[in-house]
């Protein structure tokens, strides 16, 4: 059987309509239903089940089990010391749904970071600092999705309380839309840390070549620098890299590219400048065959689309606003070109075979681990990290950025990436071994390995699936979430 691991739990308590949702006018900073023995604060709330239900997923995972119910129960106690830098992640990718379909399907909610924060607070004992921190996709208007969320009013309390906390937008480039062309602003605040781990990089195991990798709206010239034979480097944010503790609080979503987003996704997020990260590979897949995941079959007006997109992206980081433009209504023409000749739906690298945005999620990951303060990359584990997933409301169809809501009514809690998200799909209703992230990063060997050979049991306080092995999920367990159209009716998990 080898060895059972506490590594998921899940929470099936469903939100209460209007709990903590917001800032509504009943609980603006998301407070407890109730004055806990170990709550520090003294303002509560009538009602709300999100902050119930994190603190029960945290005592479900048996953290500091012997102290729970008493005033000394302090969760987080063990894995966070007195005087730790601890970055808390959450996915705060857009201030809009490109869906029309709101954002608590989105992005991570503050009444789910509320809770964690408080506990965050507890362990450190009113010494260290705490960071909130995210670098979001380049055209999100960050000051509105704080401002609207409510985490702005959510840091305001602490702040009242003298926690020394801070909310950061990390992204080193920002853009905004005129007449259809995005206008970049660099950040100037904003420098990362460039660590390379050329041949020790995924991308550096696969035949591809470098200059083909792209990410969509950036300049392809970029991406190519930082990417070759024997370099393949990234863009780190220091707030990453001075934590001693990470909170990785993902939205658990279906994602065109990825297939889906859960704890690994969530850390491309801490890259401020996405030109480091190749999400595709440009051309078709039969036509490069080694390595092309832009789309699946050649085509000559996809092709010639793919071209004019650079020389727009260059266009627009050269400042050459104008041109660029022009470039964008070639790109449209082009678009319904494509459209008729009904070759394939997909584009940009978001289907079933793009296999090029997994590896650069593995190459964060190794980062994320095994990173000192400096950006050296080190044998041993550098941080430590707790996953809080926000599940009560999730995203289905076209995440990340246009899901629809999928009530799941879940906050998932664990400590092993591979681990937590390998069961996070199992629950939506995937098959890990048809993402490519999930199927490759279990088999990594090597100096930075992510292989951990216990069993996973999930831990829930829904008895139906209490102690079960993921895999042993029935198709009535699962949450059987739709996925987006490139990766519809290839990654469903068989039913039983």
């Known amino acids: 059987m080898g060895e059972r691991s506490r590594q998921d739990e899940i929470d099936n308590q469903y939100r209460s309509p209007g709990a903590g949702v917001w800032g509504g006018q009943d609980n603006p900073y998301y407070r407890p239903s109730e004055k806990y023995p170990e709550y520090m604060w003294e303002e509560v709330s009538g009602s709300n089940a999100v902050y119930d239900s994190v603190r029960e997923a945290l005592h479900i995972q048996g953290w500091d089990a012997v102290h729970y119910g008493t005033k000394l129960w302090n969760p987080f106690g063990d894995i966070i010391s007195e005087g730790d830098t601890v970055l808390i992640k959450p996915n705060l990718v857009m201030d809009y749904?490109?869906?029309?379909?709101?954002?608590?399907?989105?992005?991570?909610?503050?009444?789910?970071?509320?809770?964690?924060?408080d506990y965050t607070v507890l362990a450190l004992g009113g010494t260290g600092k705490i960071?909130?921190?995210?670098?979001?996709?380049?055209?999100?208007?960050?000051e509105r999705l704080i401002r609207d969320s409510g985490y702005e009013k959510l840091l305001s309390y602490y702040r009242q309380k003298g926690v020394n906390i801070s909310l950061i937008d990390m992204r080193g480039l920002k853009t905004r839309v005129c007449s259809g062309v995005r206008i970049q602003e660099t950040v100037a605040d904003k420098y990362g840390k460039e660590i390379d781990l050329g041949l020790q990089s995924e991308h550096a195991k696969s035949n591809v070549n470098p200059k083909w990798y792209r990410v969509t709206n950036y300049n392809p010239r970029l991406m190519n620098a930082h990417h070759t034979d024997t370099k393949h480097e990234y863009c780190i944010s220091p707030y990453l890299l001075s934590a001693d503790v990470i909170i990785n609080m993902p939205k658990p979503k279906t994602h065109r590219k990825a297939g889906m987003t859960g704890a690994l996704k969530n850390f491309v997020g801490i890259n401020v400048r996405k030109e480091y990260l190749p999400h595709h590979t440009k051309g078709a897949f039969m036509k490069y065959g080694k390595g092309g995941d832009e789309y699946l079959f050649p085509n000559l007006f996809r092709g010639l689309q793919s071209i004019v997109l650079d020389r727009r992206n260059e266009c627009i980081s050269d400042g050459k606003y104008h041109q660029a433009g022009i470039y964008q209504i070639i790109i449209k023409i082009l678009s319904k070109a494509v459209n008729l000749t009904k070759k394939d739906c997909y584009s940009e690298g978001s289907w079933y075979g793009n296999h090029t945005i997994s590896k650069t999620i593995m190459d964060l990951n190794k980062i994320v681990l095994f990173a000192d303060k400096n950006g050296n990359m080190q044998e041993n584990v550098q941080r430590k990290i707790i996953i809080v997933a926000d599940m009560i409301i999730s995203g289905e169809k076209e995440g990340p950025v246009a899901p629809s809501p999928k009530p799941a009514g879940m906050i998932a809690v664990g400590t092993d990436q591979a681990a937590f998200d390998k069961t996070i799909a199992l629950l939506m209703g995937f098959d890990p071994e048809k993402i490519p992230t999930l199927a490759n990063i279990r088999q990594l060997n090597g100096k930075y390995s992510f292989n951990n050979k216990k069993e996973i049991v999930i831990l829930s306080n829904d008895k139906s699936i209490n102690n079960k092995k993921p895999e042993e999920l029935t198709v009535k367990e699962r949450l059987n979430f739709i996925p987006s159209q490139g990766w519809l009716g290839h990654i469903e998990k068989a039913d039983k």
């Open 97 to 117: 749904n490109q869906s029309g379909e709101g954002t608590e399907c989105l992005f991570t909610q503050p009444d789910v970071a509320a809770p964690v924060i």
């Open 131 to 142: 960071l909130i921190g995210d670098a979001p996709m380049q055209e999100c208007n960050f």
